[in-house]
């Protein structure tokens, strides 16, 4: 059974990974889904091959680092439709070229994450959230990262900018769940997106699954059924969540990859 119908949904950076898994998914269950992208003819053949399997969706103009876009796409899915039931808050970046530790890190890109990671979700969210108030209320999904919640030894700024979304998804799940907003977020781990296979060396994705106890790394889909869940009226007694999706990466001793090396060496 679609569970989404006559739901309005927007989701930024849709075009590909788990932005274009999560359209998809909420489309496959009735919702007609703006996709807030740069590129709008490659979009429209994606909403237009889509189209034949019965599904709705349709390209807005949206560029992450073009502030003035936002309201433009807010204001375009609006008039259109007179509602947004659902927004999803795709769009993040990184930058591990220059995002590095405290010291030898560019200060410049660290507070360019902060910018455009946390700024997306405050500007976006801002837009949006009056018009769910009119319409008696919203689900609001932000996408971030298991970064936000696990230190590492690199990548300081897109680490504290994805604990920012997180600390953001609460204040919104507080500040509008009396008008029945709510907001969660969920936090992927490694996911086989074809940026991340294409940027990364096969001695880090190997290293990067011996702390996953499932063993694998996580699909686009396995995001979007997240997104899905809490979109839907399946979590409509849940806010304020923030859900791990990374197969039990950092759960439990830190000593598990090591147990499971010693493991691998002895069967071997």
């Given at each position: 059974m679609?569970?989404?119908?006559?739901?309005i949904?927007?989701v930024?950076?849709?075009?590909r990974?788990?932005?274009?898994?999560s359209?998809l998914?909420l489309?496959e269950?009735?919702?007609?889904?703006?996709?807030?992208?740069r590129?709008l003819?490659?979009?429209?053949?994606?909403c237009?091959?889509?189209?034949?399997?019965?599904?709705?969706?349709?390209?807005v103009f949206?560029d992450?680092?073009?502030?003035?876009?936002?309201?433009e796409m807010?204001?375009?899915?609006i008039?259109?439709?007179g509602?947004i039931?659902?927004l999803?808050?795709?769009?993040?970046?990184?930058?591990p070229?220059?995002?590095?530790?405290?010291?030898?890190g560019?200060?410049?890109t660290?507070?360019e994450l902060?910018?455009?990671n946390?700024?997306?979700v405050?500007?976006?969210?801002?837009l949006?959230?009056?018009h769910?108030?009119?319409?008696?209320?919203g689900s609001?999904?932000?996408?971030?990262?298991?970064?936000?919640?696990?230190?590492?030894i690199s990548?300081?700024g897109?680490?504290?900018?994805k604990s920012?979304v997180?600390?953001?998804t609460q204040?919104?799940?507080m500040q509008y769940?009396r008008?029945?907003i709510?907001?969660?977020?969920v936090?992927?781990?490694l996911t086989?997106?074809?940026?991340a296979?294409?940027?990364m060396?096969?001695?880090?994705?190997?290293?990067f699954l011996?702390?996953?106890?499932l063993?694998?790394?996580?699909?686009?889909?396995?995001?979007?059924?997240?997104?899905?869940?809490?979109?839907s009226?399946s979590?409509?007694?849940?806010?304020g969540?923030?859900?791990?999706?990374?197969?039990?990466?950092?759960l439990?001793?830190p000593?598990?990859?090591?147990?499971?090396?010693?493991?691998?060496?002895?069967e071997?």
């Amino acid at each position: 059974m679609k569970t989404l119908v006559n739901k309005i949904a927007l989701v930024t950076s849709a075009t590909r990974g788990i932005g274009l898994a999560s359209a998809l998914s909420l489309a496959e269950n009735g919702a007609k889904v703006y996709m807030g992208v740069r590129r709008l003819e490659v979009t429209q053949e994606i909403c237009d091959k889509y189209a034949k399997e019965g599904l709705t969706m349709i390209p807005v103009f949206f560029d992450a680092y073009n502030i003035d876009s936002y309201k433009e796409m807010v204001d375009t899915v609006i008039k259109n439709e007179g509602k947004i039931d659902i927004l999803v808050n795709n769009f993040g970046t990184g930058r591990p070229e220059t995002d590095l530790d405290l010291v030898n890190g560019s200060e410049e890109t660290f507070f360019e994450l902060l910018e455009y990671n946390v700024g997306s979700v405050y500007r976006i969210s801002k837009l949006v959230v009056p018009h769910m108030i009119e319409n008696g209320g919203g689900s609001i999904v932000n996408i971030s990262s298991i970064g936000g919640t696990v230190p590492d030894i690199s990548r300081i700024g897109y680490g504290v900018s994805k604990s920012a979304v997180n600390n953001i998804t609460q204040q919104i799940a507080m500040q509008y769940g009396r008008h029945n907003i709510r907001c969660n977020a969920v936090l992927p781990g490694l996911t086989a997106t074809d940026a991340a296979l294409d940027n990364m060396p096969e001695s880090f994705r190997k290293s990067f699954l011996s702390h996953v106890p499932l063993n694998r790394m996580g699909t686009p889909e396995d995001i979007a059924n997240a997104v899905l869940f809490f979109a839907s009226e399946s979590s409509s007694y849940i806010t304020g969540s923030i859900l791990e999706v990374s197969g039990g990466y950092h759960l439990g001793t830190p000593q598990y990859a090591d147990f499971v090396g010693r493991k691998t060496v002895e069967e071997n």
